[in-house]
């Protein structure tokens, strides 16, 4: 017979039989939109489109300053309703066939650049246990910076670490995750001197032969004692596939990139930490984007539109991190570095970048929603690092004998889950643990700090949450389970959700895990319609949706935040990969998922909490058509 619980549990799964109508969770003006949004994909052979212009947004100054902002989240929020996906079939604009012809070159080279050639890291390998990199310190002294560590560092986050071949195609994988495998991050070092006699520099790194290309040399380094790390976005290689849902993506792979970079850096005993004070123009500079890229126009087109527009291919600049030794007294005068930026364009830079692809198509709406959530310069928050805190530990035997550089190294999407796998309850709260923000923490205090790796990177408290789907955990009931990753958040996500929901702890539950048991019953099918009917939803030990605090961050700090709960959610997702490959399965992000019918599920109404990003943990099916090769060195080939 069924329980209270499993019956509310079964209710809430009948609203997703009901007739479509009823569910259709987007409105009939949205849809007209989007119907006239796609119909109207149109050649231009000019970067200005022949329809009325929308124009750009500019900064606003003084009193004018509420309402600009009123309009910069208006725009903030027409992206994100319009880049829905929709239960049961209804996806947001983009291309309907790929144009295999134009898919953009995957790996950005600055043509006559000269290269710094790193060295391939050997084994044996000097990196630590993965339990140990998140317990009570650093594990190792800090390395010094040179072109060896600089190497280990790129190495193990953001190289490439297979190829795969098919009788059909052959294609590189790397160690940071993408949505479509499209890699639209693009790194760049800004280097301090280096022994024996490298001057600071800043190069783009390319992960194709893992090596350097020098951008500029630098009169002094920019900051004292430590290395930046720049990542910035090119949205049409994203765009190319995925149409206007592709901001979101990009946004979720800076995460994933700024995760990894930090992984790395804490195996070399290095800490790191978001330069996020700096504006959007101040990374524009640091970069060199106006110096390297054509202008975009003066108004972008008011439709999708198709053409020749290089612009388009200039990147989009998202963040800095800062590393430095692990415990160091570092102190970063903001105003300092932004006179040395500003400074940047008086230097030579080198290399042109070659072109990615013959055609593009302007998804008209990234390219306003990238102008919408430009940073302004934030003084007030100045440069600070959190505490470390090591993440709660049940045992070190949950985990793998493995390295941090075997984890990175070795971690995959799953294409299939294999739908049999029981993971130990011990297993999934280890798992957990390791996805809270603040790491262990004394019996009154809470979670919500970002103290623990690698999110103590994200300058901000956490603003991500995780609805968790359990299918497979031995002695855990199925159904719903909720982790409260900043429990000032408990009380308005307890009453913003159903109000049947049971927010039980759950057997064996660690003490300091903030988990709840929303609704017992079997969620498989649940699970798989949410993520756009995708199987590995339902096939793993568990799944799960991110619930972003969404529309109070906006107002509170600004449209900025925007991306950046996307990057928090992709910190998140890379913590699950890393997690899921340590305790020997594996994991996928799923970002095609019916973004209103997990709110409706939830019982979430308005804007207040948004479902970002969704993920799945379970024992993989390997294809064993497709052959592994070695990273390096690959094939000649581009992809
Ligand atoms: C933001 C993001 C969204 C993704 N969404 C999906 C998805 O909806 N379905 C899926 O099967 N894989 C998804 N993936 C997995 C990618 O396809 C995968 O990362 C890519 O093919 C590269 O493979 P790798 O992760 O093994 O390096 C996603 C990955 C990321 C980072």
Known sequence: MLNNATHHLSRILLLLQLPKKKHQTITPTTRRRRRRRRRSLTSSSSSSSASPPMQMQTPSTGEQQDDDDNNIKKSIYHYHTVTKHSYPSSYAPGPHNLDWSNQPNPFLRFLSSPSISLPHPSSPSPSPHYPLLFSSSFPSPPLPFSILSLSYLLFHSLSLSAWKSTSFSTWSLRVNPSSGNLHPTESHLISPSLP?????????????????????????PLVPNSLLLAFSSVLWREAWKYGERAFRYCNHDVGHAIAAAAISAASLGWDSRLLDSLSHSDLDSLLAIKATYPPPPPQFPDRPVRGRFPWIEAQHPDCVLALF???????????????????????EWLGKPAPLSKDHVCWDLIYKTAEAVKKPYTPSDGFSVNPFRPS??????????????????????????????????DTFYQILLHCLPSGELGPEEKQGKQFALPFRVLTWDAEVHAVLFVHSVAGLPRGLYFLVRNEDHFESLKRAMRQEFEWDRPTGCPAGLPLYRLAKGDC????????????I?????????????????LREKGAWMYPRLFWESGVLGQVLYLEAHAVGISATGIGCYFDDAVHQILGLDGLEFQSLYHFTIGS?????????????PGPDIDA
Do not use: N
């Open 196 to 220: 024996p006699s490298h001057p600071p520099f800043i190069a783009h790194y390319s992960p194709k032969d893992h090596s350097l290309q020098l951008r500029s040399f630098l009169p002094s």
């Open 325 to 347: 030794p692990f415990g160091s007294d570092v102190s970063i005068d903001y105003s300092a570095l932004r006179d040395a930026i500003s400074r940047l364009s008086d230097l």
């Open 392 to 425: 709660g530990l049940i045992s070190k035997a949950l985990y793998k004998d493995f390295t941090v550089w075997d984890v990175v190294r070795k971690r995959r999407s799953a294409v299939d889950m294999d739908g049999v796998h029981v993971m130990e309850r």
């Open 524 to 535: 498989q099918e649940l699970a798989k319609q949410l993520s756009c009917h995708q199987e």
């Open 537 to 553: 939803a339902s096939d793993g030990c568990f799944s799960l949706g991110m619930v972003a605090r969404f529309d109070p961050v």
């Open 620 to 632: 993989p099916v390997l294809d064993k058509r497709i052959m592994s090769l070695p990273a390096y």
